[in-house]
Nanobody, 120 residues
Framework: QLIESGGGLVQAGGSLRLSCAASGRYFANYAVGWFRQAPGKEREFVVSVSRTGGHTYYGDSVKGRFTISRNNAEKTVYLQMNSLEPVDTAVYYC???????????????WGLGTQVTVSS
């Protein structure tokens, strides 16, 4: 089970940190990705991190602004989001899968999402 938290309302230029907390014993065996979906749009890849945290893969729209990290002892993945823009408004989902990937189909487990709203 994956549970996202940390979403909310922030002004443009602000920051938020999302968390993805996992239950179960094998969290460290999974790569974790963040995706987002705005109303009326398809789910968009944000970033993915490998099992050890040594490899990351960012979507073009968030490079240089968002940073992913993970703490396997805490079974948590973090998404630090800086310089937020109104276009970042979406429901953010974390997902766990076998390897770093930008494709939702490569992830087996999904959280229910957390809303991020960026006002102009």
């Amino acid at each position: 089970q994956l549970i996202e938290s940390g979403g909310g309302l922030v002004q443009a230029g602000g920051s938020l940190r999302l968390s993805c907390a996992a239950s179960g014993r094998y969290f460290a065996n999974y790569a974790v990705g963040w995706f987002r979906q705005a109303p009326g749009k398809e789910r968009e890849f944000v970033v993915s991190v490998s099992r050890t945290g040594g490899h990351t893969y960012y979507g073009d729209s968030v490079k240089g602004r968002f940073t992913i990290s993970r703490n396997n002892a805490e079974k948590t993945v973090y998404l630090q989001m800086n310089s937020l823009e109104p276009v970042d408004t979406a429901v953010y989902y974390c997902a766990a899968g076998g390897s770093v990937s930008r494709f939702p189909r490569d992830y087996t487990f999904w959280g229910l999402g957390t809303q991020v709203t960026v006002s102009s």
